[in-house]
């Protein structure tokens, strides 16, 4: 929880600061930066996570359901 959270914390101040690859990040770690993501980098995310969605394990697409919920009541 400890990481993630260092990680979170690197991707909303630090991060925006260069180019994005979600390609090179792993699966968890997309899951967890849901609904942080800068807008200009909103569309490559989604298509990034949504790829990995048949691949993920039963617990990750737990997860990525859970946030995802989150993700569209706090759009509202």
Same mark, same amino acid.
């Given at each position: 929880?400890? @990481?993630?959270?260092? &990680?979170?914390? &690197?991707?909303?101040?630090?991060?925006?600061? &260069?180019? !994005?690859?979600?390609?090179?990040?792993?699966?968890?770690?997309?899951? !967890?930066?849901?609904?942080?993501?800068?807008?200009? %980098?909103? %569309?490559?995310?989604?298509?990034?996570? @949504?790829?990995?969605?048949?691949?993920?394990?039963? @617990?990750? @697409?737990?997860?990525?359901?859970? %946030?995802?919920?989150?993700?569209?009541? %706090?759009?509202?």
């Amino acid at each position: 929880m400890k @990481k993630a959270l260092v &990680f979170l914390t &690197f991707m909303i101040f630090i991060n925006p600061l &260069f180019a !994005v690859d979600y390609s090179e990040m792993s699966t968890q770690e997309l899951i !967890v930066i849901m609904g942080y993501v800068d807008k200009k %980098n909103q %569309n490559e995310f989604d298509k990034e996570l @949504k790829s990995r969605v048949p691949t993920m394990s039963s @617990k990750e @697409k737990a997860l990525y359901e859970k %946030n995802l919920k989150k993700v569209k009541t %706090n759009e509202k």
